[in-house]
């Protein structure tokens, strides 16, 4: 089990086993000033702050909880620059060019990491290897698929080196026609995230750990306030938290949370080829390899993605762990046994398949965000800090206005829109006292004694939606099940132990404490007496 201090849910990953989380102060009720003040100790905030303060700027990072405790420490860590949506599907939206710079933007972003892992000697298993999309059915359909991505990949979006091949690297399973897309790459995500914290600290750049942003400014005299009195007066602001926190209505709308899983055992080593494969279903999923030990390495498998607060099965929260292990074992049988970690993730998906990056839409002098990671957030997370920081510094950036924050989507992206409106329209609609809409709400329990100790359900009682949960030793804590965020319904996820927000994604520990935005509060604390 993870403490929440530690990662942002239940489970703990691959990762963290043998690595010491670097600890830092609070920044508590300080007034202090900065060149720039960077929110969010993950990826996308550490990369912003190293670039920033190897410019001269005076930095300030600020992270809730510990560096890497997002989404970077759940994270399988591929560094794809073939992204999780098709080239061609980026053409269609937005035409040739887009395409091009999209892909170019996507290999400079992995050039970018493995830049910062020789430069700064960072010891974080970085290697480059092949990638592979393979058909996720044996049909002309998918077959198809294929095709016409390693052909508008090497023609219109110029990705150098791609090509269609026979079948992947995968021993006991025969792929099919793939597309190979050359010097990919992975690596150690937080070995690589504290490594670069390492070199922050002798760059001076001030971390501080323990205070959660409740308030940020970028026009006029910018500032950032946090829950316990401390504010950083600055110039400028880059908000890097993953979820569109600060980034208004239109930002949200935008894009989608989905959560993402991960299951991770072992194999003999030398059994599995070191590559990176993803396949063409919807879910997709994605599985790569890590070191273990001298016998036997990890293989990381990812996938059966589905809208945060709307699970597959809303009556059994392991249901994707258990269809990921199935695909895992069916492609890759040398899989030993029994697995070794299991957790899951989050995403935000954009509606038009492209990040949000660059100038705030609401408050655009000198705040920046980082956000719509989607499915490949570890270069899209990197490309956005060498945007925002190109920005700081008065420079241009030439994939700036591909990622452009105040973008019209394309009119193509219309059935995303509409298939996240429903989802949130349920959403609201379900937070409606007396209200139920079967097959909608996870833990939904018509009385106390129908939840279990160590877990939580949503109840309705005098007119209230409630969240409880009941700990180990029979004692309940009770909230409001509404979203304190703009006011949605929020379900049990039984599988992290926390309470998701089916509309914009917020999660809260068991308890009610909050652990993602954009919810800038913790759930509202009811009195056990409403029962």
Wanted: glycine fraction near 10%.
């Amino acid at each position: 089990m993870a403490s929440s201090n530690v990662t942002s849910g239940e489970r703990l990953p691959v990762w963290f086993e043998g690595v010491d989380i670097p600890k830092y102060p609070s920044l508590g009720a300080q007034t202090i000033t900065a060149d720039v003040c960077v929110v969010g100790g993950g990826l996308a905030g550490v990369t912003s702050a190293y670039l920033l303060a190897r410019e001269g700027k005076q930095v300030v990072l600020i992270e809730h909880r510990q560096l890497g405790s997002g989404e970077t420490g759940r994270t399988t860590a591929q560094l794809m620059s073939a992204g999780d949506d098709r080239y061609f599907s980026i053409g269609d939206f937005y035409g040739n060019n887009v395409a091009k710079l999209a892909a170019e933007s996507q290999q400079a972003a992995v050039d970018l990491i493995e830049q910062i892992v020789n430069r700064e000697s960072i010891d974080c298993d970085f290697e480059r290897v092949n990638g592979y999309l393979i058909p996720g059915e044996q049909n002309n359909k998918h077959y198809n698929e294929i095709e016409k991505e390693a052909n508008y990949s090497e023609k219109e979006a110029q990705f150098g080196g791609v090509r269609l091949v026979e079948r992947a690297p995968i021993a006991d399973y025969v792929s099919g026609k793939s597309v190979l897309f050359p010097r990919q790459g992975q690596f150690h995500p937080l070995k690589y995230l504290y490594g670069v914290a390492k070199k922050l600290e002798q760059m001076n750049v001030k971390i501080y750990n323990g205070d959660r942003v409740t308030e940020a400014q970028g026009k006029d005299d910018p500032y950032v306030k946090t829950d316990n009195g401390g504010t950083v007066k600055c110039k400028d602001i880059i908000i890097a938290t993953c979820n569109p926190s600060f980034a208004g209505l239109q930002t949200l709308l935008k894009q989608e949370p989905y959560r993402t899983y991960a299951i991770t055992g072992t194999v003999p080593k030398g059994s599995v080829e070191k590559a990176l494969i993803w396949d063409t279903l919807d879910p997709y999923h994605y599985v790569r390899i890590s070191k273990f030990n001298d016998t036997h390495d990890y293989l990381i498998s990812g996938g059966e993605d589905h809208p945060v607060g709307h699970p597959t099965d809303i009556n059994d929260a392991m249901k994707p762990f258990k269809d990921l292990e199935k695909w895992t074992r069916e492609r890759y049988p040398m899989l030993s046994a029994t697995l070794t970690h299991q957790w899951s993730g989050e995403v935000w998906e954009p509606i038009d398949l492209l990040a949000i990056i660059g100038r705030n839409p609401i408050d655009p002098d000198h705040m920046y965000i980082i956000s719509g990671d989607s499915g490949t957030g570890m270069t899209n997370t990197t490309l956005g800090a060498q945007i925002c920081a190109d920005l700081v510094m008065g420079r241009d950036n030439k994939y700036k206005d591909v990622y452009y924050p105040k973008r019209i989507p394309s009119v193509r992206a219309t059935g995303q829109f509409v298939r996240y409106g429903l989802h949130s329209a349920e959403g609201f609609i379900a937070r409606i006292p007396y209200v139920s809409i079967p097959g909608i709400v996870p833990g939904e329990v018509k009385d106390i004694e129908d939840i279990h100790k160590g877990c939580g359900g949503v109840m309705t009682k005098n007119g209230k939606k409630l969240a409880i949960y009941k700990g180990e030793d029979g004692t309940t804590t009770v909230c409001s099940a509404v979203c304190p965020h703009m006011g949605a319904l929020l379900v049990w996820n039984d599988a992290e132990k926390s309470w998701d927000c089916t509309v914009h994604g917020s999660r809260f520990s068991k308890t009610g404490t909050v652990v993602n935005g954009p919810s800038p509060k913790d759930m509202t604390k009811l009195d056990a007496s409403v029962l």
